[in-house]
């Protein structure tokens, strides 16, 4: 039996009032102390008072004889009773229910708590005989009368019991409608407890009846006790047999889970549904029958057991004429053994019989809690449900929609509009949002969802057909043979018209989706289409943008145009990586700050300036979500990610793609046709160009191999440039060139929209110099060539176009200059030259500050720097920095040992000495070819000064023609461009 609930038994202890109890009991109460009520202990020979009711605690005990407890003990030792019983007693009364605890002034009045006798006495009952609560049963009723009444007070005891209401509800079975139709019950023990003792003549009487209609034991005990109670009655409405199901599963070894009244089967549960329809549904058990009745199956009945179909069973199919049984048993080998034998039993008896296929190891009651929605699930078994005669079986009368849906879920009733001409086209005036209304002769049909339908393969739909009062409505799937077939019939029953009217229907219906489904693919191509169709204007000025001799310089000054203050290297490499998605091969960008740097605002003015339809960006993905895109949804396209954290998720699969080209991935899916599981193959297909920011000093390894990595500037003088920009947008000139800033980006996406993927050969590729001292340079060798062939593409308008035929086909190509490589050697020397450093940017710029700072205090203070020491503090107050950014950054320099930790005299200070002797200054990238210079061509070292390099002489910087000058063999190394002075003098201004 089910534990009482400790809230109940809380609610109890604190609200009912013991004093009054005791007083209602006889007892003589005497004031004791300043709050404490006295009285004569009743369980002992007491003379003094000795027993003590404390009424703030409702506690009592005898400092006579120790007995003590709480409102429930007093009761159960003063009448003899067992605690569930004395519970019973003190709910029982109307003011007592559960409600009624809930309100403290609801005890006030508990003189009815307890009847124990006429008289109240004063002495405690070892053991009570005496009836203490009232009886639902009449002792003169027949037997079919009591057990009328028995199950009447089950029936009460369910409403009433939270553990039989929470398992009807994990059993998917809490329909208030199901309780209450079919007089489901809960014994609980209670029963007894409002018996009389059989000591008394009533008592004997009414509990021999009860023994031999076997709701009593011969022991007493309550034959359902523990069980939900479920009655089956027959068509007179008298009860012919009770089921019993277990609330628990942790029963004791030999206690079976399900029980009925002594004797053998008798009935059949719903029987009423017989007589509404020829086809019936048999389940193994009564819980999974009345599963299907909760979903809206009501014309189902159950056997009691894999060998409970029983001879009532069978008369009542012929007496009510059933054509169809439906064997719904559980799908394991004692059902299936069960079904084949019964299928065998029915069809010599002349019904058409089908097996209902659950998941193996599955019954109805499981696959409908498993499998949601179970209205859906349960019906979709239906309809697939297996013909288990020999031959091809005949067609089955699936349920109707009065059958098949739960009442509280049936549809609105949707009848033709009065006078509503008669037309086979689409009246889109008559139609709500989303909603398309085709009328064929005097049926009207409702389609939704037509948008959803993405592909030419797929066509489905919610379909309502309606003709007066009568309506069929389902989610069609138009291109499935099957699904059409099902439609078809089931309107057909619902319309009362024939088949062949609703299949020509759907015909119209069919043809008339998809020359509207092939108009909407159409307007959706034109609109992609009419991004690249550009006007005369247009495409002149992309055209001269695209020729400008300068074209690197416009680029830059545009970007400050439209608010990008410095950053000329990440700048230009942003753009250049946007360009190279059109290579077979394009590059992947990292861009990495700390936190409000401005790395989002880099991404987003790269972003801006390249078509809409060509790039796609989300704050994060999950981990398949990749797998999901459509299979060329982003070849030659730029996928951004605001930040890198929200795809650590779908880390392996970028990493993958940008590698690659591809992923792919095997998922189970159902086949559209036959509707089984099936393993299906989802592939996305590159190149795409990867674009990320991250906050984080450590980025992954195998993801910082495959992208060129980008530090945001992040120096004083760079923040003061962005607030003087901030302050100036500020001003009349600003708001006008903020209006002019569209221009430019629309500008630059027309640009973009007019390069071709063409074929980048470099003609100077097996001259050029990489270093390879590490494995890792292997994919950034990489890089620095697809850097070389974006640059080259971004030019493709300045060059000469090339035709080779290879293998019967025409190919299309241009060619690297030197000009290319120039410009990708500078650039690699900051983008490359920082990812193969063993620092982070961030890192390095900080040891920067301090190698400055200590060099300009040894030339003050005239000493070595071996014999400077400094602070944390003193680095803070010399660069501006945080003290958490700070922290981060001198920790890592003395991990790498750049510094060195001396103790500080006061407390745990810490002083540091410098390590570093400024090797390797600048960030060159060793092994890079030098290309002979034969022209005005200079560098600079800061970010800041890149715009000045790259905006030269257009024939330096431009890539206008061939080269001028032939490849040496000349190496740069930092140690030989250590600082500005070396380097101007190999590149001469």
């Keep these: 039996m089910a534990r009482l609930s400790d809230e109940l038994i809380n609610q109890i202890k604190q609200q009912v009032d013991l004093c009054r109890l005791v007083e209602s009991q006889g007892y003589k109460l005497k004031s004791h102390g300043v709050k404490d009520k006295a009285l004569c202990c009743p369980f002992h020979d007491d003379k003094t008072e000795s027993c003590v009711i404390t009424p703030s605690k409702n506690l009592f005990n005898c400092f006579g004889c120790g007995e003590s407890g709480s409102v429930i003990d007093w009761v159960m030792k003063t009448q003899g009773v067992s605690f569930r019983h004395a519970v019973e007693i003190l709910t029982a009364s109307d003011i007592h229910s559960h409600a009624a605890l809930a309100h403290p002034c609801a005890s006030q009045d508990i003189s009815s708590l307890v009847a124990s006798e006429a008289e109240p006495t004063t002495k405690a009952v070892k053991y009570g005989t005496t009836q203490k609560l009232p009886t639902p049963l009449s002792g003169d009723a027949d037997s079919q009368a009591t057990l009328q009444q028995v199950v009447g007070y089950y029936h009460q005891t369910l ?107 008798q009935g059949v549960w719903n029987i009423q549904a017989l007589s509404a329809t020829d086809e019936i549904i048999l389940c193994e058990s009564l819980i999974d029958a009345m599963t299907f009745w909760v979903h809206g199956f009501r014309n189902v009945t159950a056997s009691y057991g894999t060998n409970g179909f029983i001879d009532d069973h069978l008369q009542a199919f012929k007496q009510h004429q059933i054509k169809r049984v439906l064997i719904a048993y559980d799908r394991d080998d004692a059902g299936n053994k069960a079904a084949d034998s019964l299928a065998e039993q029915l069809m010599n008896q002349g019904f058409e019989v089908f097996r209902i296929l659950f998941p193996k190891g599955m019954d109805a009651n499981e696959y ?14 239906i309809r697939k449900a297996q013909w288990l005669g020999k031959g091809v079986g005949p067609e089955k009368m699936y349920p109707t929609e009065a059958a098949a849906i739960p009442e509280q879920a049936m549809p609105t009733q949707t009848t033709p509009e009065q006078n509503m001409p008669e037309q086979t086209d689409l009246d889109e005036n008559a139609s709500a949002s989303n909603e398309l209304i085709i009328t064929l002769d005097n049926r009207r049909y409702r389609i939704r969802g037509l948008d959803k339908n993405q592909s030419v393969e797929q066509l489905k739909v919610n379909l309502l057909v309606s003709l007066e009062d009568s309506f069929h409505v389902d989610n069609l799937d138009i291109y499935s043979a099957r699904a059409r077939h099902l439609y078809i019939k089931q309107a057909s029953l619902e319309l009362c018209v024939s088949e062949d009217d609703i299949k020509k229907d759907l015909g119209h219906i069919l043809l008339k989706l998809e020359s509207l489904q092939d108009k909407k693919q159409q307007n959706k191509q034109a609109q992609t289409s009419q991004h690249n169709h550009l006007t005369e204007a247009e495409r002149k ?29 990440n700048k230009l490499v942003g753009y250049l990586a946007a360009v190279s998605r059109k290579l077979d091969k394009p590059l992947a960008v990292m861009i990495q700050s700390s936190s409000a740097a401005g790395k989002s605002s880099l991404m987003d003015a790269v972003l801006n300036m390249t078509p809409t339809e060509e790039r796609i960006q989300f704050s994060s993905m999950t981990g398949q979500s990749l797998y999901y895109m459509g299979e060329t949804n982003l070849k030659h396209k730029i996928l951004a990610i605001s930040e890198e954290e929200g795809a650590d998720q779908a880390a392996y699969a970028l990493k993958l793609l940008q590698s690659e080209g591809e992923v792919s991935i095997a998922s189970t899916g159902k086949n559209p046709v036959t509707g089984n599981l099936e393993t299906q193959q989802y592939k996305v297909e590159g190149p795409v160009m990867l674009m990320m920011t991250t906050t984080a000093i450590d980025i992954d390894e195998e993801l910082m191999n495959r992208c060129l990595v980008l530090s945001v500037n992040e120096t004083r003088e760079q923040t003061e440039a962005i ?34 993927p063409l074929l980048v050969a470099n003609p100077y590729a097996e001259q050029l110099t990489f270093l390879s001292d590490k494995t890792r340079t292997r994919r950034d060798h990489m890089k620095y060539l697809t850097l070389i062939r974006a640059i080259a593409l971004l030019h493709q308008y300045q060059r000469e176009i090339k035709r080779i035929e290879h293998k019967g086909q025409l190919l299309e190509y241009i060619e690297v200059t030197h000009s290319d490589i120039q410009v990708a050697n500078h650039l690699a020397h900051e983008v490359l030259g920082r990812t193969l450093d063993e620092l982070p940017p961030q890192t390095r710029k900080l040891l920067h500050f301090i190698h400055k700072m200590v060099l300009d205090a040894c030339q003050t203070q005239k000493i070595q720097q071996s014999d400077y020491r400094f602070t944390r503090k003193a680095v803070r107050d010399y660069s501006g920095w945080g003290n958490t950014q700070l922290k981060v950054h001198i920790k890592r320099l003395e991990e790498m040992e750049y510094l060195l930790v001396h103790r500080g005299s006061r407390g745990h200070s810490f002083i540091y000495e410098l390590l570093y002797t400024g090797e390797h200054e600048g960030r060159f990238l060793q092994g890079l070819l030098d290309v002979e210079n034969n022209s005005q061509y200079q560098c600079d070292a800061s970010k800041s000064g890149l715009q000045a390099l790259l905006s030269g002489e257009p024939s330096h910087l431009s890539g206008a023609g061939h080269p001028k000058s032939v490849l040496s063999r000349q190496v740069v190394t930092p140690h030989q461009a250590s600082n500005r002075r070396q380097w101007r003098t190999l590149y001469p201004k």
């Design 723 to 756: 607030h003087k920009m901030q302050r100036q947008r500020q001003t009349i000139e600003g708001l006008l060139a903020e209006n002019n800033k569209k221009d430019v980006i629309h500008l630059h996406q027309n640009a973009q929209r007019l390069l071709r």
């Design 159 to 265: 409403k009433q019991s939270p553990e039989a209401l929470a398992y009807l509800k994990q059993r998917g079975l809490e329909h208030p409608k199901l309780i209450d139709t079919f007089q489901l019950g809960f014994a609980n023990r209670t029963l007894g407890y409002r018996l009389p003792q059989k000591n008394r003549q009533a008592g004997a009487d009414i509990r021999g009846k009860l023994q031999q209609l076997g709701i009593l034991r011969q022991s007493g005990h309550e034959h359902f006790n523990g069980s939900i109670v479920v009655p089956v009655v027959d068509e007179q409405n008298h009860i012919v047999e009770i089921y019993g199901r277990k609330l628990l599963d942790n029963l004791r070894k030999g206690t079976p889970k399900h029980t009925y009244l002594p004797g053998p089967h």
């Design 541 to 569: 000025a992309a055209l001269e943008l695209l020729n400008s001799p300068s074209l690197l310089s416009r680029i830059l000054q545009d970007f400050e145009a439209c608010g990008v203050i410095g950053e000329e290297t």
């Design 368 to 381: 409908a809690r498993q499998v949601k929605p179970a209205q859906k699930s349960l019906g979709l078994a």
